[in-house]
């Protein structure tokens, strides 16, 4: 699957953290990765995979933020909402519904 920018522009930002997350999805080839910009200083990054079946929440961002490792220092700042469910959950995280349908920011 292809990493998707789901709604906006994309940015430098945008940019570098897509390239990160083509190793995960490389690793993860049944993963859907999707992220887009909210505001100037936010963005948001959603991960269904499968493979997250069994794992607590912690534990999987435990295993996803490795893959921001080689981005600057600067770039993982604006990560401000990481969703990490399985394709079960996207129908009940609360996380997941704001990913689809945003509260309209202010910034």
């Not at 948001?44 to 534990?59: H, L, N, S």
């Not at 220092?73 to 519904?97: H, Q, R, W, Y």
Request: net charge negative; glycine share 4%.
């Amino acid at each position: 699957m292809k990493i998707n920018i789901s709604r906006g522009k994309t940015d430098g930002v945008i940019e570098a953290i897509k390239a990160a997350l083509q190793s995960y999805q490389d690793d993860h080839p049944n993963a859907q990765i999707d992220l887009y910009r909210q505001n100037p200083a936010c963005v948001r990054v959603r991960i269904i995979d499968p493979d997250f079946a069994g794992i607590r929440i912690v534990e999987r961002h435990h295993r996803v933020w490795k893959y921001f490792d080689p981005l600057s220092e600067d770039d993982p700042s604006d990560i401000s909402m990481l969703v990490l469910v399985t394709p079960e959950e996207t129908k009940t995280s609360g996380a997941n519904f704001e990913f689809d349908d945003p509260v309209p920011s202010r910034l």
